[in-house]
């Protein structure tokens, strides 16, 4: 067992501390909001921290899952932020999503500074953070991921190296792109359906399990179908046009033409529009239907 800190505490993070206490690591959570750390230790028990660097001190490992690259920078370079706290030889694992840049930038740091660094995004939203069922794609050097897969594999169901620092991001940004193009895909098919008068859960039956089978449509067909996005556990669209805007940036400086991710971020912004920035991912049918 480990000693680890785990910085923030929202939808995703919140539960991925809660495992790694369950599991026996000595656990000390920190969040912005201090009541949020709070209700954490009541339900789990550990401890929690001031700050960043009071969390991180004396720990083997500490993760963190934040907002963006700003967020990232304020809790781990800021006053009070987890760097100023890393013992030598320990090992940062970040779980937020974010830009390459900031991973290299950070991985340089910590490199500085006597300490390892790993970049580690996640796939499967809340419901995959719960369920400890998380995908998580690392950016690193193979001693560090070695370290860090058996702590981070009590909340993951898959975990694969990619290459060194700054790798794990870039995968990430390959996932979002991916599911933009796959999302706004099944919103026009099962539109297509309702509108040629099909019944759109019996169209799913017959399609899910052959070519147009997908992880998107096994899991939220029927949310597209019923049109109600505001009370479920998927991925808001507010967080997927930051991710968006992380690959379109990033595609610009590589070079790379994403049409497909342009067009449907431009999407998102209508949405958006309507009042659905908390809305999942999935919610993009509501510009083809008439419930707008």
């Given at each position: 067992m480990a000693k680890v800190a785990f910085i923030g505490l929202g939808v995703m993070g919140y539960p991925m501390a809660g495992y790694l206490q369950k599991a026996g690591h000595d656990t000390t959570v920190y969040n912005r909001t201090a009541a949020k750390a709070e209700k954490w230790v009541a339900e789990y028990g550990g401890a929690m921290a001031d700050t960043p660097q009071a969390a991180a001190e004396g720990c083997d490992f500490v993760m963190a899952c934040v907002g963006n690259d700003d967020d990232l920078r304020s809790v781990t370079t800021g006053e009070g932020g987890a760097f100023h706290g890393m013992k030598a030889g320990a090992i940062f694992v970040d779980h937020t999503t974010a830009s390459a840049s900031v991973a290299r930038e950070l991985g340089e740091k910590a490199a500085e500074m006597g300490f390892?660094?790993?970049?580690?995004?996640?796939?499967?939203?809340?419901?995959?953070?719960?369920?400890?069922?998380?995908?998580i794609m690392c950016g690193?050097?193979?001693?560090?991921?070695?370290?860090?897969?058996?702590?981070?594999?009590?909340?993951?169901?898959?975990?694969?190296?990619?290459?060194?620092?700054?790798?794990?991001?870039?995968?990430?940004?390959?996932?979002q792109i991916c599911i933009a193009g796959l999302v706004q895909a099944l919103s026009e098919g099962l539109e297509f359906?309702?509108?040629?008068?099909?019944?759109?859960?019996?169209?799913?039956?017959?399609?899910?399990?052959?070519?147009?089978?997908?992880?998107?449509?096994?899991?939220?067909?029927?949310?597209?179908?019923?049109?109600?996005?505001?009370d479920n556990k998927g991925f808001a669209v507010d967080w997927m046009r930051k991710d968006l805007g992380i690959c379109l940036e990033e595609a610009e400086r590589i070079g790379a033409d994403l049409p497909v991710a342009k067009t449907v971020d431009g999407y998102y912004a209508e949405v958006q529009a309507m009042g659905g920035g908390r809305w999942d991912t999935s919610s993009l049918v509501m510009r083809l239907n008439d419930k707008k």
């Open positions: 390892r660094f790993v970049d580690a995004p996640i796939s499967g939203g809340q419901a995959g953070a719960e369920n400890g069922q998380l995908a690193g050097s193979e001693a560090d991921f070695a370290k860090a897969e058996p702590i981070m594999d009590v909340y993951a169901k898959a975990i694969t190296l990619i290459g060194e620092v700054g790798a794990g991001q870039t995968c990430k940004m390959v996932n359906a309702n509108k040629a008068g099909l019944d759109g859960r019996k169209v799913v039956e017959a399609i899910s399990g052959g070519a147009a089978g997908s992880w998107q449509m096994s899991n939220r067909f029927e949310w597209v179908l019923d049109g109600d996005f505001q």
